[in-house]
C-alpha cells in the first residue's frame, strides 16, 4: 500500500519559517518525481515546487528563492524549506510522487497558515 505523509505545517508569522516534510512507503522512492503543491481556500491545487528523480528542480515564480526543495533518498523522503513566509502562503500544502500517469501518488495535506 502507498502512502505518502507530509508533517510540519503549522500557525507561523509573516517572514517566519516553516519545514515540511513528506515520508513514503509502498514505492521505489527513488525513481519517483516528488513534488509539493498547495490548495488555498477557494483556489485551484497548484504546483508550489517538483524535484526530479535525478534531482532536478523547479519552482513557482511565486516562491522563487524563498523556498527551497530537497529530498533523501535512503530516507524516502522530500523536504520544503520554506523562508521568509507570507500571508498568502496559506494553504493545505500536500506532498505528490509522480512516475507516470498511473503511478501517480498523493498525501492527505498538511496545512500551513501564515498570520500576524
Known amino acids: 500500500q502507498v502512502q505518502l505523509v507530509e508533517s510540519g505545517g503549522g500557525l507561523v508569522q509573516p517572514g517566519e519559517s516553516l519545514r515540511l516534510s513528506c515520508v513514503g512507503s509502498?514505492?521505489?522512492?527513488?525513481?519517483?518525481?516528488m513534488g509539493w503543491y498547495r490548495q488555498a481556500p477557494g483556489k485551484q491545487r497548484e504546483l508550489v515546487a517538483r524535484?526530479?528523480?535525478?534531482?532536478?528542480?523547479n519552482y513557482a515564480d511565486s516562491v522563487k528563492g524563498r523556498f527551497t526543495i530537497s529530498r533523501d533518498n535512503a530516507k524516502n523522503m522530500v523536504y520544503l524549506q520554506m523562508d521568509s513566509l507570507r500571508p498568502e502562503d496559506t494553504a493545505v500544502y500536500y506532498c505528490?510522487?509522480?512516475?507516470?500517469?498511473?503511478?501517480?501518488?498523493w498525501g492527505k495535506g498538511t496545512l500551513v497558515t501564515v498570520s500576524s
Open positions: 505528490n510522487a509522480y512516475h507516470s500517469r498511473a503511478y501517480n501518488y
Open positions: 509502498g514505492i521505489l522512492f527513488r525513481v519517483y518525481d
Open positions: 524535484i526530479t528523480s535525478g534531482g532536478s528542480t
